[in-house]
T-cell receptor, first 114, second 108 residues
């Protein structure tokens, strides 16, 4: 029962470096999300994809890009990492969009930008 | 302005105690979610409810739509219940409003 799988689990980047966080789900879900979690703050939505081929900005999209490669995979890219992007990143998926459906989360990626 | 407020922020309990975590929200919702996050681990959905009460094992979630308030209860708490519990209000569309979480520690 893989559910939502994120890679990597940990990453340290230097300021200005780029990287891609990978996310895959095996539940045939239509909607996928990327959140960041910072101390003292609730989860904040970066981007979401309501279905294959579509993506939309969330609350904090600046500095990030996403790709919904296919129904299973939704990647998050940092083109030029900044210390402010140090955070824990979570990918999630749900059968369909809308906040009245259950979301399934990955294990998180702890990113540090130095 | 926080659309979702949780209390308490931190909670320490003795094993066996009855625990209550509260969540108040200020937005209209389609559903209220309770999530559990273990240290160093991912996030797991515990409950999704839009009215009344739901029970799963020793966990009970209630919601009062008129008062815009939800509670998560844990009966006969156990050290393995130690985690961060997050309340999330599901608004319109894909919008979730997350609380900052309640950190629970259950001492043997």
């Amino acid at each position: 029962n893989a559910g939502v799988t994120q890679t990597p689990k940990f990453q340290v980047l230097k300021t200005g470096q780029s990287m891609t966080l990978q996310c895959a789900q095996d539940m045939n879900h239509n909607s996928m999300y990327w959140y960041r979690q910072d101390p003292g703050m609730g989860l904040r939505l970066i981007y979401y994809s309501a279905s294959e081929g579509t993506t939309d900005k969330g609350e904090v999209p600046n500095g990030y890009n996403v790709s919904r490669l296919n129904k299973r995979e939704f990647s998050l890219r940092l083109e030029s990492a900044a210390p402010s992007q140090t955070s824990v990143y979570f990918c999630a998926s749900s059968v369909q969009g809308g906040a009245s459906t259950e979301a399934f989360f990955g294990q998180g990626t702890r990113l540090t930008v130095v | 302005k926080n659309e979702v407020e949780q209390s308490p922020q931190n909670l320490t309990a003795q094993e066996g105690e009855f625990i209550t975590i509260n969540c108040s929200y200020s937005v209209g919702i389609s559903a209220l979610h309770w999530l559990q996050q273990h240290p160093g681990g991912g996030i797991v959905s515990l409950f999704m409810l839009s009215s009344g009460k739901k029970k799963h094992g020793r966990l009970i979630a209630t919601i009062n739509i008129q008062e815009k308030h939800s509670s998560l209860h844990i009966t006969a708490s156990h050290p393995r219940d130690s985690a961060v519990y997050i309340c999330a209000a599901g608004g319109g569309g894909n919008q979730f409003y997350f609380g900052t979480g309640t950190s629970l520690t259950v001492i043997p």
